[in-house]
């Protein structure tokens, strides 16, 4: 197997700018979307994980259903896209929902209960 261009191409770390990340606050730092909220549950009983995009009606416009948290977003962002529905309209957002459902997915595979941030 023939190794990755990235890999022959060995750079030091003083060769670049590295950036530490600070700490994140929920609180603090959170920034809202004006496109939509999401609300996220597992469905044990069809092993899927639900995700219900929701508009600040509080009405939930779509549910996409799914095994795996990968499977899901790709999914979402695709029919967002496809769609120009623009619910994900900041990159923090986006973020959450792949942290969130990846939770959601370990929880379903462990037999857990999920509870969303």
């Known amino acids: 197997m023939q190794r ?8 030091k770390a003083t ?3 590295v950036i530490q990340a600070k700490p994140y606050d929920d609180y603090r730092d959170y920034r ?3 496109g939509c909220y999401v609300l996220i549950r597992i469905y044990p009983d ?4 639900g995700v219900g995009i929701c508009d600040y009606n509080h009405t939930i416009l779509k549910e996409f259903r799914g095994k ?5 977003y790709t999914e979402i962002f695709e029919y967002n ?3 120009n529905k623009n619910w994900f309209r900041v990159l923090d957002h986006a973020a959450y929902l792949g942290k969130e459902l990846k939770k959601a997915e370990i929880c379903l595979a462990a037999g857990e209960e999920y509870v969303q941030e």
């Open 4 to 11: 990755p261009k990235w890999l022959k191409t060995q750079k």
């Open 46 to 49: 069809t092993k899927e994980i």
């Open 32 to 34: 809202g979307d004006a």
């Open 68 to 72: 795996r948290a990968q499977d899901l």
């Open 15 to 17: 060769d670049f700018e």
């Open 81 to 83: 896209k496809e769609h």
